[in-house]
């Protein structure tokens, strides 16, 4: 079964930097799809970046975080980070790391989430 943990979360100001990793174990992630997702106090869970496993490692981004947040993988580490720059207090929430098989439909594997905080 397999096992995604977060990490790298924490407060940060206006227009500061994190990054999040994803640790991912208990199986082989090719022909996965990786991605966060964040639900803000009150808000439903939204999607926030993916990538694919293998081959072109094909990314997609919320219009909201574009130019401002990057997705990336290293397979040989089985991990997943997102960094995150320019941070605005819109993006306090917490983070959840998601995977599915294949290039289609839900996210249906998941992290516990990490909390990030954005204070103006």
């Known amino acids: 079964q397999e096992q995604l943990v977060e990490s790298g979360g924490g407060l940060v100001q206006l227009g500061g930097s994190l990054r999040l990793s994803c640790a991912a174990s208990g199986r082989t992630f090719a022909s996965y799809t990786m991605g966060w997702f964040r639900q803000a106090p009150g808000k439903e869970r939204e999607f926030v970046a993916s990538?694919?496993?293998?081959?072109?490692?094909?990314?997609y981004y919320a219009d909201s975080v574009k130019g401002r947040f990057t997705i990336s993988s290293d397979n040989a580490k089985n991990t997943m980070y997102l960094q995150m720059n320019s941070l605005k207090p819109e993006d306090t929430a917490v983070y959840y790391c998601?995977?599915?098989?294949?290039?289609?439909?839900?996210?249906?594997?998941w992290g516990q989430g990490t909390q990030v905080t954005v204070s103006s």
């Open positions: 990538i694919s496993w293998s081959g072109r490692r094909i990314t």
């Open positions: 998601a995977a599915r098989l294949g290039s289609y439909g839900d996210f249906d594997s």
